[in-house]
């Protein structure tokens, strides 16, 4: 029989080993790219950051219900506490930056180009007399 816990344990594991992955991209990504992958990371709906201020919320309420029942010492649940009330300020923080990524992220537009203008010596007509 297998243990029940090791499919999220692993499954943790695999999180962290992709985020890893995911920081060696962005490390060696272009800038557009780059500012892509941040607004991914960082958008307030559904983003990484945003997942993992959800997980971090999720984890001071075990460390609150196992410090009530004296199963960890309040510090555990207080410090949980923080981290969630920090991610989700910094979170905050950053989103007001989001759209700024977003638009480096964006190819640019073409400019608008004008018709041709032709020369001004190609005007010059000679007369015979």
Do not use: C
Not at 13 to 20: E, F, M
């Amino acid at each position: 029989m297998t243990d029940p816990s090791s499919y999220p344990v692993r499954l943790a594991q695999d999180i962290a080993d992709l985020l890893k992955t995911l920081d060696d991209h962005l490390y060696q990504a272009a800038p557009g790219e780059s500012a892509e992958i941040l607004g991914t990371v960082l958008d307030a709906e559904g983003g990484l950051l945003t997942r993992v201020t959800d997980l971090v919320n999720t984890a001071s309420r075990f460390a609150q219900s196992q410090a009530h029942r004296g199963m960890l010492p309040p510090e555990v649940w207080l410090a949980m506490g923080r981290a969630a009330n920090e991610l989700h300020v910094i979170g905050k923080d950053l989103d007001e930056h989001t759209g700024t990524l977003k638009q480096l992220a964006a190819p640019p537009t073409p400019a608008p180009t004008a018709p041709p203008v032709p020369a001004a010596s190609a005007m010059i007509v000679r007369r015979s007399r």
